[in-house]
């Protein structure tokens, strides 16, 4: 099956520098990659997420690339802010069945 | 609030019993996904429902089963409780119209079992 892998477990930087979320994945025939952000006592939210055929996507500060090749997508946050602290978790699917979750990053984001 | 509930939030229980865990969806999502999340295994997927069918299976255990009932609500039976089912259980749903399915994650029951 599918297994994926989260770097680093743990991140912390100063409010408005960038972060950076790495995960690699071992299925090539994977298709959908979601990113999700979890706060403290919530269940994981979608952030943002990119199909195999596209290498890079954005959203104002959030933005996900992806390299089919090395099988490796990542996640960057730019001028992170305070909200930005949480756990995120990074996904991947064939078809939208079964969804391999990556172990997680904590954020901490310092003002 | 992403639309999808479970009941009930927290549940306390021993080792050995039997406990049900319920998910309703968002309005018109027919795909139900249920994961455990604990602190050393992240994470896992455990199953997914489509409609009533069952779709897809994962990591899950002999002793766990679920159903998603005409209504779409689904239902996720642990039974045989041991220490290690100790864990946030999370239901998503979504909609799975062609070319989106973006999932939608309630907001979890913890179970303990003591």
């Known amino acids: 099956g599918e297994n994926v892998e989260q770097h680093p477990s743990t991140l912390s930087v100063q409010e408005g520098d960038s972060a950076v979320i790495k995960c690699t994945y071992s299925d090539s025939a994977s298709n959908y990659f979601p990113w999700y952000k979890q706060e403290l006592g919530k269940g994981p939210q979608l952030i943002i997420d990119?199909?195999?055929?596209?290498g890079e996507k954005k959203d104002q500060r959030i933005a996900v690339t992806l390299n089919k090749t090395a099988k490796h997508f990542s996640l960057h946050i730019t001028e992170t802010q305070p909200e930005d602290s949480a756990v995120y978790f990074c996904?991947?699917?064939?078809?939208?069945?079964?969804?391999?979750f990556g172990s997680g990053t904590k954020l901490n984001v310092k003002p | 609030d992403s639309g999808v509930t479970q009941t009930p939030k927290h549940l306390i229980t021993a080792t050995g019993q039997r406990v049900t865990l319920r998910c309703s969806p968002r309005s018109g999502d027919l795909s139900v996904y249920w994961y455990q999340q604990s602190l050393d295994q992240g994470l896992q997927f455990l199953i997914q429902?489509?409609?009533?069918?069952?779709?897809a299976k994962g990591n899950i255990l002999e002793r766990f089963s679920a159903q998603q009932f005409p209504d779409l609500h689904s239902e996720l039976n642990l039974s045989s409780l041991e220490l290690g089912d100790s864990a946030l259980y999370f239901c998503a749903s979504s909609v799975e119209i062609s070319g989106t399915d973006t999932q939608y994650f309630g907001p979890g029951t913890r179970l303990t079992v003591l």
């Open positions: 990119i199909r195999s055929n596209v």
């Open positions: 996904a991947a699917t064939y078809n939208f069945n079964k969804f391999y």
């Open positions: 429902y489509y409609n009533g069918e069952e779709r």
